[in-house]
């Protein structure tokens, strides 16, 4: 079944300890991203990537970072959470530029206190 | 930044109704898409338009994209309790890397 999969999918954490959310696609999709939800602001992109080794920032970036050393994962890394963080975070792939069709995984919900 | 809003935020309605949930921007969109998104799980794409003015259907789901690329509706006739959801507009930036997603729709059809 082509699906994308986060883990975990609850987490509740302290500040300044570091995580990570694991993210896999297995469509062969070029283009992965990272995404986070919050009440009244809707689903904004914090990362991006563009295939293996390239990534890029999007709208929210700043506490977070990403690597992509294979094309199937695209982890999320919190260095050093803080409660601002605390949200409903989504990781997306795609298989072509455009249109920028997303296929989203089923979302971790992350609490920091 | 690019902006999207949708409207209204919240919507409940009587199975059998029909309505019309809309999404607009001063910005031009390379295509609009449409989402579902149900408690406990990712958004689930429905539709995308990329042509101003074009309209598409996805059985009782009506979608059209402006003709001047800046906004779109979504039309449902004769509501059903299966089509609650948060419904989500996201317009394609011209670099095509980055969506931008409305605040969303929250939907609720009575039996």
């Known amino acids: 079944e082509a699906q994308v999969t986060q883990n975990p999918r609850y987490l509740i954490t302290v500040t300044g300890k570091k995580l990570t959310v694991t993210c896999s696609q297995n469509?062969?999709?070029?283009?992965m991203s990272w995404y986070r939800q919050d009440p009244g602001l809707g689903l904004r992109q914090i990362y991006y990537?563009?295939?293996?080794?390239?990534?890029d920032k999007g709208d929210v970036p700043e506490g977070y970072k990403v690597s992509r050393k294979e094309k199937r994962n695209f982890p999320l890394i919190l260095e050093s959470p803080s409660p601002n963080q605390t949200s409903l975070y989504f990781c997306?792939?795609?298989?072509?530029?455009?249109?920028?069709?997303?296929?989203f995984g089923p979302g971790t919900r992350l609490t920091v206190t | 930044t690019q902006l999207l809003e949708q409207s209204p935020q919240f919507l409940s309605i009587q199975e059998g109704e029909n309505l019309t949930v809309y999404c607009n921007s001063s910005?031009?969109?390379?295509?609009l898409q449409w989402y579902r998104q149900e408690p406990g799980e990712g958004p689930v794409l429905l539709v995308t338009?990329?042509?101003?003015?074009e309209v598409k259907k996805l059985k009782r789901l009506t979608f059209q994209f402006g003709d001047a690329r800046k906004d779109s509706s979504l039309h449902i006739t004769a509501a059903q309790p299966g089509d609650t959801g948060l419904y989500l507009c996201?317009?394609?930036?011209?670099?095509?890397?980055?969506?931008?997603f409305g605040g969303g729709t929250r939907l609720m059809v009575k039996p």
């Open positions: 338009v990329v042509t101003g003015g």
């Open positions: 997306a792939s795609n298989k072509d530029r455009r249109p920028y069709e997303q296929y």
């Open positions: 469509m062969n999709h070029e283009y």
């Open positions: 996201a317009g394609e930036n011209n670099a095509g890397n980055m969506l931008t």
């Open positions: 990537s563009m295939n293996v080794e390239v990534t």
């Open positions: 910005s031009v969109f390379s295509s």
